[in-house]
């Protein structure tokens, strides 16, 4: 909805009539098809109250709400929704308005008569003005590489992952494991492969190269515009010349399987079969409580929205591929405002970013060619740093990351420039904005509202006062005359 003013009296979906009424519910308490009774009924207003702690909310609740939500924003209404954290105030208003409009139904007319004279209200009141388009809006993407060594033609590995949330209240998107923990591994992966490429003897003959993209959650937009600033835009491009293979990373922070989700299997003797066999290798014998898949898919470009982020690469005919612990793009929690820190496991954050560290190195290197055994390890558990992948999750989910709240001027992006600078040479910046008269995507206004509830009589009190006060003139009028 665009609609962002509010000014109603408030009812819970127990009471019989909510036209015009501002509408609350709890999200232990919420349904669809009370949703869609406020909607049906046109409401003036529905307000979904979210628990403090997300975390201690029963998992079949978030599992419901989870596979609601796409529902919900794909429901187009002029009935404005929002949702608020629960504290002392607002659930006092809640448990009053509940009494009222649950003992309605069960009392006789004359006693609702009374009833709606004498009971307390409140007043639903936002300031401010509707939503509207934004213009110019950039989003952005960083790029850093690490050089090979050995000639001019070396093949080149790119590792992507985008770093925006998304879910029904962008206010409330955190994207704690999509993608947050895609982020925090590729991050790690640059800090591991710094230090070997820092030294002489494992300063490798591949290019690494890594793409933290903004607008993941828009059809890959961020990666869309890369790739057409390197491909059709430049003559000098690392992707231009000779792509290995390009790994996406996404939901990476807990479960115990790893899908590498494909648009076409890999053929024998590529670069992209040789990562395919090292990560089997890897699982395999380093990892045995991990199962390991290859889960291959078309590209459907009839789809609005592609499935997975390999999927820009391959319709540019890159060789591409997406690891995941999700089994399927379909899955809701890779969109949704559940998607809070305790979702992320970091033990298993760890454990993957190993298990990714590893293949590549064993691919960079050509380990299995020279005869290293599948138990041999590159990096001790010293190397891959939980603490550091803990850290970068906890930074990245203090903080929503929806797209339409990170600018280029965000904290969100100038630390991860910063950390990327860190490691990776050359660290540069690159921005997308819609066209203007053809927009892939248009963002709004006003996604953050003041609401104050104003504690009122109904006006049908004011009626009967009137009458009691006109009654008592009447009859002292009376008494004066006798």
Not at 54 to 70: G, R, T
Not at 79 to 99: G, H, K, R
Not at 101 to 130: D, I, K, P, R, W
């Amino acid at each position: 909805t665009r609609n962002a003013i509010l000014n109603t009296e408030a009812r819970t979906v127990e009471a019989e009539v909510l036209s015009r009424r501002c509408v609350i519910m709890r999200l232990a308490d919420f349904s669809y098809e009370e949703y869609q009774k406020a909607l049906r009924q046109s409401a003036g207003a529905v307000v979904i109250i979210l628990p403090k702690n997300m975390s201690a909310v029963p998992q079949d609740i978030v599992q419901q709400f989870m596979e609601l939500e796409p529902e919900m924003l794909a429901t187009e209404t002029i009935v404005p929704v929002y949702f608020a954290m629960e504290d002392d105030e607002l659930l006092s208003i809640y448990t009053q308005t509940l009494t009222s409009s649950s003992s309605q139904g069960s009392l006789s007319a004359a006693e609702v008569l009374l009833h709606t004279a004498t009971a307390n209200g409140f007043q639903m009141v936002t300031s401010g003005a509707q939503s509207k388009a934004i213009s110019d809006w950039a989003i952005t993407s960083l790029e850093g590489r690490l050089a090979g060594v050995g000639g001019e033609d070396l093949p080149t590995i790119v590792v992507v992952a985008h770093y925006d949330s998304f879910g029904v209240a962008p206010w409330l998107s955190y994207g704690a494991d999509s993608n947050g923990s895609g982020v925090s591994m590729l991050l790690e992966l640059a800090r591991l492969f710094s230090k070997l490429y820092t030294y002489k003897r494992t300063h490798a003959g591949y290019n690494l190269l890594f793409f933290v993209s903004g607008g993941g959650k828009f059809n890959y937009q961020g990666t869309k515009r890369w790739l057409e600033d390197n491909l059709d835009h430049t003559d000098s491009s690392l992707l231009q010349d000779n792509v290995a293979f390009v790994l996406c990373l996404d939901t990476l922070g807990n479960g115990d399987s790893l899908h590498l989700h494909v648009s076409k299997p890999p053929k024998e003797a590529t670069p992209q079969y040789s990562l395919l066999k090292e990560l089997e290798m890897v699982v395999a014998s380093q990892y045995p409580e991990v199962k390991f898949s290859m889960v291959h898919k078309k590209i459907n470009l009839a789809d609005d929205m592609l499935a997975w982020e390999h999927e820009r690469f391959g319709i540019r005919r890159l060789p591409a591929f997406t690891l995941s612990h999700l089994p399927s793009h379909r899955l809701a929690q890779r969109s949704s405002i559940m998607d809070v820190r305790p979702h992320v496991d970091v033990k298993k954050l760890n454990r993957n970013t190993k298990v990714v560290a590893e293949a590549l190195a064993r691919v960079i290197y050509n380990l299995t060619e020279k005869g290293a055994p599948g138990d041999l390890q590159i990096f001790t558990e010293q190397m891959v740093q939980e603490e550091q992948l803990s850290a970068v999750v906890d930074w990245l989910t203090a903080q929503p990351r929806a797209a339409q709240l990170v600018d280029k001027d965000s904290s969100v992006v100038s630390t991860l420039e910063y950390h990327l600078g860190h490691y990776l040479k050359d660290v540069k910046r690159h921005y997308v904005k819609a066209d203007k008269r053809d927009p892939e995507f248009v963002f709004y206004d006003q996604l953050k509202q003041t609401m104050n509830a104003y504690r009122v009589k109904p006006a049908i009190f004011d009626l009967l006062l009137a009458l009691c006060i006109a009654a008592y003139l009447g009859m002292m009028y009376l008494a004066i005359q006798v």
